[in-house]
């Protein structure tokens, strides 16, 4: 296998972490509760429907089509609102849950609640088509001008089929980061267009008090969650914050290092590892956040970040000036060392995928071998912050070790094309023998992530102690 060990330091210091208010973890059983929490209300929207006469409404086909049509859209409805509490970023919930998760679930739901609509909209339509001549299209757009809250309701399916539509991956694939979030904002949109549709025109909505109250109550949450914790919490911490750039350093042609510092950050409850959605104050684009992970552990003073160009925003990094204000989302994920389950660590990252792990390297505790590095790079000149994983990983009493090369293009592997004949979970216990009793966190892209991680469970690995987080959209 080709490795070896990153090149001496050349007298360059990491810094030094100092006590700062830490991310307690998260218990995971918040993540049971809030699953049956969703399924709960799910269940009891069905319930609804079965106290409204859900079970008896069939005395014709066209009734019965319509029927069923209701229910798809009352299920299709409180998916929807879990979707925007999925996105409502409430703290306990993405604790517990994790990027990684959250999303699948958020995937999940978006899809089959925009089925269950379509559903709706077709089976109703046919539904009520049954009983006049007029044919399917005719009663469509009959329904569309003359019922109540329709046009508001097509309006707001329009939108949502705008952010299902560029959620397929290949449609993601074609779009920017910053484009495809601008967009995937319309489904707060189609929410609040469908409310009057439903609330004026559905039977189930109205059939009784305790049906009015969880409605009414469900669509309150949501918007509060929203508003506290996607508007207030952020514009709050970045009000009490300030958090300015200090200073920016070109680590290579292709990745920038950002420092910056601002008021009572010992107050700000981080962990190295996790990641803000940022926004620098410096003139176009300021708008837009973009997610980027902590490089070094928050010391009370400064937080960094160091990220790569691959985009508009991420270059436009290289650029700031001293003295931009910055306003922060988060921090978010479960990507820190609150969550290890053992007393020895691996840290596994590929390309700038280093740069979490070697700010949660920063907070491990010291041990002899506690911690081994495996730092995954195509060349050499593609290591990152080669320096201070050098001088922290010898302060922790741990090692690192470079796995130079380039991508195998005959098989799914974490492992370079001149480490071929070696299998990826034989290679991991060359590097570490004893990796079954220890936590593994993982970072780099999503295909390689996929393969570091299969590899750790055929290693022995407990799936509790792998860790890892993806940054994609």
């Keep these: 296998m080709t490795s070896l060990v990153l090149p001496d330091s050349r007298g360059r210091t990491a810094p030094a972490a100092t006590r700062h208010r830490g991310l307690a973890p998260t218990p995971r059983w918040w993540r049971d509760a809030s699953a049956v929490f969703a399924w709960g209300v799910s269940l ?5 429907w ?7 409404a069939f005395g014709s086909l066209g009734e019965g089509v319509t029927n069923i049509g209701r229910l798809a859209g009352l299920v299709a409805s409180v998916l929807m ?5 999925l996105m409502a970023r409430i703290p306990l919930v993405e604790q517990a ?11 999940v739901v978006g899809f089959t609640s925009f089925n269950l609509m379509v559903a709706h909209i077709v089976l109703v339509t046919v539904g009520y088509s049954a009983g006049t001549d007029l044919g399917i299209v005719a009663t469509f757009v009959d ?3 003359h019922s109540p809250g329709m046009l508001l309701a097509l309006a707001g399916s329009v939108a949502l089929v705008m952010v299902v539509v560029t959620s397929v991956k290949k449609a993601r694939a074609r779009l920017r980061y910053e484009s495809w979030h601008l967009l995937h904002l319309y489904a707060y949109l189609g929410a609040g267009l469908a409310l009057p549709h439903q609330l004026w025109t559905g039977q189930d909505f109205k059939s009784s008090t305790v049906a009015a109250v969880f409605w009414w109550g469900l669509y309150a949450f949501a918007l509060v969650s929203v508003l506290v914790y996607r508007v207030g919490l952020p514009v709050v911490r970045s009000a009490r914050h300030r958090l300015v750039v200090t200073e920016v350093v070109q680590e290579s042609p292709t990745v920038t290092s950002v420092v910056m510092r601002g008021r009572r950050l010992d107050r700000l409850p981080v962990r190295a590892g996790q990641f803000f959605q940022w926004r620098f104050l410096d003139g176009s684009g300021w708008s837009r956040g973009n997610p980027y992970s902590l490089s070094a ?16 925003s991420s270059a436009r990094l290289a650029g700031l000036r001293p003295g931009t204000k910055v306003m922060v989302e988060g921090p978010y994920g479960r990507l820190h060392t609150g969550v290890r389950t053992a007393g020895k660590t691996v840290l596994i990252a590929a390309g700038i995928g280093i740069t979490p792990l070697r700010a949660i390297l ?3 505790p010291a041990a002899p071998d506690g911690v081994v590095v495996i730092y995954r790079v195509g060349s050499q000149s593609d290591i990152v912050l080669a320096d201070e994983l050098l001088d922290l990983t010898r302060a922790k009493g741990g090692r690192v070790v470079a796995v130079v090369g380039h991508r195998n293009r005959e098989r799914d592997s974490w492992l370079p094309v001149e480490a071929g004949h070696l299998g990826d979970a034989e290679a991991l216990r060359r590097i570490v023998p004893d990796i079954a009793e ?24 407990p799936p509790q102690a792998v860790h890892h987080e993806r940054f994609t959209y």
């Excluded at 009891?44 to 609804?48: G, I, K, Q, R, Y």
């Excluded at 849950?97 to 995937?107: F, I, K, M, N």
């Excluded at 220890?438 to 690995?461: F, K, L, Q, S």
């Design 438 to 461: 220890r936590d593994v966190y993982v970072c780099g892209n999503p295909g390689w992530m996929d393969t570091v991680i299969a590899a750790a469970h055929e290693a022995g690995v």
């Design 81 to 85: 609102l879990l979707q925007v509490l």
């Design 44 to 48: 009891f929207v069905v319930a609804l």
């Design 362 to 364: 920063e907070e491990l």
């Design 143 to 145: 329904q569309v001008l």
């Design 97 to 107: 849950w994790g990027q990684d998760e959250l999303a699948r679930v958020h995937r």
């Design 297 to 312: 552990a928050p010391d009370g003073r400064s937080l960094r970040i160091t990220a790569e160009a691959v985009g508009d």
């Design 50 to 56: 079965v106290a409204g006469g859900g079970l008896t």
